[in-house]
């Protein structure tokens, strides 16, 4: 399969148009007082356009994205964008990394060198990955599905053959968090014997139905806790998954609509304390918006949504993995589980509490979260064979 370097490079037609669009903003009203309680707060919305209207520099950003080595190919039909740094160090051990939504690629932009190049930040070559991230079908630098039945489970397998046929490696390690938690199970639950080890961050999308025997008294309080919040911060998820073209004429059409509705999420679902650029900086925020507005990808994104409640099996959601799995857990990551949630059907084999961090833990928690992938696959690099890779 042919691999081609991709370098980003946002046509500036499609920049003149953003600007003239945030210009002509039409913002909505607000109750008095309402802050954050009825989403997101037209003050910040306000200043934020503003900023990216008059001083938000893509042409920089752009640049340093193009550090990294940038590829495309094409898997079983699909255009695939993907980040592939090789490390440094003995035998680097290959990594692959799934985003989920509201993020993208983006989310491990700080992690990447961590990961390839340990000794330079003071950490062990022997711990050096091989880091490949992708960006999934309908996100980004990828192509858009223009057909039914894209879930996460058909991007398992992509996954597989990117990492096996693509790139030459017969095992690898993998990892990932939100849809790419469940995306990296599906992978490791179809393609065990190519799959070292999995790190997550959250257990992801799998239920196991509603008559679990023997329940405990922390994973009772956690399904209460997780049918509450779905009631508070569910909307979302029900209307990407019913209904997503008909959200994607606004998303699509108005990039503060866009903003707004990403912005949201990165406040609620990170360990910000209410104060979101306690976290993430305006240019990291629009860094990733602008992966989604400058692509038109924002419609496929939630679609995958759609596709995920209507055509994936759940049986791939209630079968056991026996890959071993080390679990990140990060105390502002919606509900934390419980241990033996988890066990229920991953082959826990690390089990880290963090002490801070949030739903968006490679852009939170850089160091944290690289210290934790170190550790749980040290042991796991004896089991590790790579196939001679491909030049790319």
Known sequence: MEVHSFTIDIPGHVLDDLRERLSETRFPDEVE??????????????????????????RTCEAELNRYHH????????????????????EP???????????????????????????????????????????????????????????????????????????????????GGDIGSGVSQLLALRHPGQVVGLHLTDVGFFSLGADI?????????????????????????????TKPQTLAYGLADSPAGLAAWFIEKFRSWSDCGGEIERRFSKDELLINIMIYWATETIGSSIRLYYENMHSLPLQFLQEHIDVPVGMAVFPKDFIP??????????????????PRGGHFTAMEEPELFVQDIRAFFRPLRAEHREAPGVST
């Open 93 to 175: 051990l290959p990594i692959i990394l799934t985003h989920g939504w509201p993020d993208s690629f983006y989310r491990y932009h700080t992690i990447i060198p961590l990961l390839t190049d340990p000794a330079r930040f003071g950490g062990d070559p022997a711990d050096a990955f091989d880091v490949i991230v992708p960006s999934m079908p309908g996100y980004g630098f990828s192509d858009r599905p223009h057909e039914r039945g894209m879930t996460s489970a058909r991007i398992a397998d992509l996954w597989a053959r990117l990492m096996t046929d693509v790139l030459g490696y017969e095992r690898f390690a993998a990892g």
């Open 33 to 58: 007082g309402a802050g954050w309680d009825y989403g997101t707060n037209l003050g910040y919305m306000q200043e934020i356009v503003d900023y990216w209207q008059n001083r938000f520099d893509w």
């Open 213 to 241: 025997p023997d329940l405990s008294e922390n994973e009772r309080r956690y399904l209460a806790a997780i049918q509450e919040l779905w009631m508070q911060e569910g909307a979302y998820s029900m209307v990407q998954s």
């Open 337 to 354: 589980p419980p241990r033996e949630w988890a066990e229920r059907r991953l082959n826990v084999q690390r089990w880290t509490e963090m």
């Open 71 to 90: 590829f495309r190919t094409e898997v079983a039909g699909s255009g695939i964008h993907f980040i592939h740094e090789r490390g440094r160090g003995e």
